[in-house]
C-alpha cells in the first residue's frame, strides 16, 4: 500500500484513505463566457497525461477531507512531494518527462 | 393521549464480542456536534463549549465528560456523555461558525484490551503503534469499507465512532476479528 503524505495532516496516511481527483493547476480562464468552443475543450477535457512527472490534485477524503496537490511519477507511481492546495506549482530538479525515471 | 415513557434504543444495545484479550461493546448515548470553526472564531467557541478547540492535527481535548477531536483543519467532532448541550452552550459564542447536532448520525463501538490495536487493524490500513497513535491520538479513516473516527482513549482503549447506518457492519467486521482473541 502507498503512504501519501497529507500536507494538513502533516503525515504519512495510507492510500485508502485518499481519492485522485484529476490534474492539478488548472486555471478556469476568467472570460469563460467569451472563448471559443475549441479553447473551453481545451480547458475542460484536455489533459497532460504524461509518462512521468504529473501534477495532480488529491483529496484526503477518510481524513481531514481537504484537497491537496502531489507530484507523481506515473511510472514508478512514486509521491514526489506533496503540497497544500493554493500553493505554487514547484519547480523539480527530478528528470523530467521522457528520461530515465529517479 | 396515550401514557408512557419513551426509552432511547441504541442500534447496537446488548451486542457483545471478544475474548480474554479484547472486548468489543457498544459505548452509551452521548451527544455530538459536527464543528467547522475559522481560525479568528477558535477561541470565542472554545471559551462557550468549555474546552479549547485543538489545533495540532490528530489532537483531541476533554473537559469532564466532553471531548472535542480534530477532523481537518477547521473540523472538530464533539462528543458529550454528560447531562449538558453542546448545541445549547455554543449558542452564545456570537462569531461565525457552523454546528450541526449530528448526536443520532453516529453511535460508537468501544474496544478495549492488549489486543485492540490488533483487532482494529485487521480492517484500519492506519499505523496504530503508541508513538504514531499515541493516547488522545484522533482521526477520520477506515474500518473495512466503511468511513470511522478513530480515538484512542488510553494504552489499549479505542472509541470508533460510525455512522449508525454502518452500525451493523462495523461492528460484524470487528466481531470478527476478534476470533482467537
Ligand atoms: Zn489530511
Redesign the interface.
Known amino acids: ?1 502507498l503512504l501519501i503524505r497529507c500536507p ?4 504519512e ?2 492510500e ?2 485518499f481519492r485522485h481527483a484529476g490534474e492539478a493547476h488548472i486555471a478556469r480562464p476568467e472570460n469563460i463566457a467569451d472563448i471559443s468552443d475549441e479553447e473551453f475543450a481545451q480547458y475542460f477535457f484536455y489533459r497532460d497525461n504524461p509518462k512521468g512527472m504529473a501534477f495532480e490534485r488529491w483529496r484526503h477524503m ?5 484537497f491537496f496537490n502531489a507530484v507523481r511519477h506515473t511510472v514508478t507511481d512514486k509521491f514526489v512531494m506533496t503540497y497544500k492546495a493554493g500553493e505554487p506549482k514547484p519547480v523539480l530538479e527530478e528528470p523530467q518527462e521522457g528520461q530515465s525515471a529517479p | 393521549m396515550a401514557e408512557g415513557q419513551v426509552t432511547r434504543e441504541l442500534p447496537l444495545d446488548g451486542r457483545f464480542a471478544g475474548g480474554a484479550s479484547v472486548s468489543v461493546r457498544p459505548a452509551g448515548a452521548a451527544r455530538r456536534v459536527s464543528l467547522r470553526v475559522p481560525a479568528e472564531s477558535v477561541a470565542a467557541v472554545s471559551n462557550s463549549l468549555g474546552v479549547e478547540l485543538p489545533t495540532r ?2 489532537a483531541s481535548a476533554q473537559a469532564g465528560a466532553r471531548a472535542v477531536l480534530w ?3 477547521d ?1 472538530w467532532l464533539v462528543i458529550e456523555e454528560g447531562e449538558r448541550y453542546p448545541m445549547a452552550d455554543l449558542e452564545g459564542a456570537g462569531v461565525l461558525f457552523a454546528a450541526v447536532d449530528v448526536s443520532h448520525r453516529n453511535t460508537a463501538i468501544l474496544v478495549t484490551g492488549p489486543a485492540a490495536a490488533d483487532v482494529l487493524n485487521a480492517g484500519c ?2 499505523d496504530l503503534s503508541l508513538e ?1 497513535f499515541p493516547v488522545s491520538a484522533c ?4 474500518l473495512g469499507k466503511i ?1 470511522i473516527v478513530l480515538w484512542r482513549m488510553a494504552d489499549d482503549a479505542f472509541r470508533v465512532e460510525c455512522w449508525r447506518s454502518f452500525s451493523d457492519y462495523a461492528f460484524d467486521f470487528l466481531k470478527d476479528a476478534t476470533r482467537g482473541q
Do not use: K
Open positions: 500500500m494538513y495532516c502533516e503525515e496516511r495510507p485508502l484513505e477518510h481524513g481531514c477531507g481537504r | 492535527p490528530g477532523l481537518g483543519p473540523e490500513p492506519r504514531t482521526s477520520r479513516t477506515v468511513e
